[in-house]
């Protein structure tokens, strides 16, 4: 039954949807990529990324979006041009990774656009990317 049927709000229908049986306030692919950062326990919901960019934020770093450089691509496309966007970047910062967020799962690469977290990996990964967010220390 539709969300809207139940007249449910949206945290409601997240949680009640949740992947994460042992704690539903969580998904499990943005909880991964929040304890890698060290940011879990900063919020009590991390279901969308605008949670996770929230925890990360509360937890000193900066989070800016990076999706014009790589519009258009998949996420196996952006991996080759992150480094390239971290060369760019400004010095006065360190970069520690980039956010990726495809339809109902979200992953972390690195500068140079390793895995760092993924709960679903791929062997050639063509998901389009909703979000893609540079993270900073």
Not at 8 to 28: D, F, G, L
Not at 40 to 48: A, C, F, G, T
Not at 83 to 88: A, D, L, P
């Amino acid at each position: 039954m539709s969300r809207q049927r139940r007249n449910e709000t949206r945290r409601a229908y997240a949680k009640r949807t949740s992947n994460n049986k042992s704690n539903p306030n969580q998904n499990v692919c943005i909880q991964r990529v929040a304890q890698y950062l060290g940011v879990d326990k900063m919020v009590r919901s991390l279901h969308y990324m605008t949670d996770l960019e929230r925890a990360a934020r509360l937890g000193g770093y900066t989070v800016r979006s990076r999706k014009s450089k790589v519009k258009g691509l998949s996420v196996g496309g952006a991996r080759k041009i992150c480094s390239k966007i971290s060369e760019q970047e400004s010095s006065d910062r360190v970069i520690i990774g980039y956010m990726i967020a495809v339809p109902s799962h979200t992953l972390f690469l690195d500068p140079q656009g390793n895995t760092i977290v993924d709960t679903d990996p791929r062997q050639r990964d063509r998901r389009k990317m909703d979000w893609f967010k540079i993270v900073y220390r």
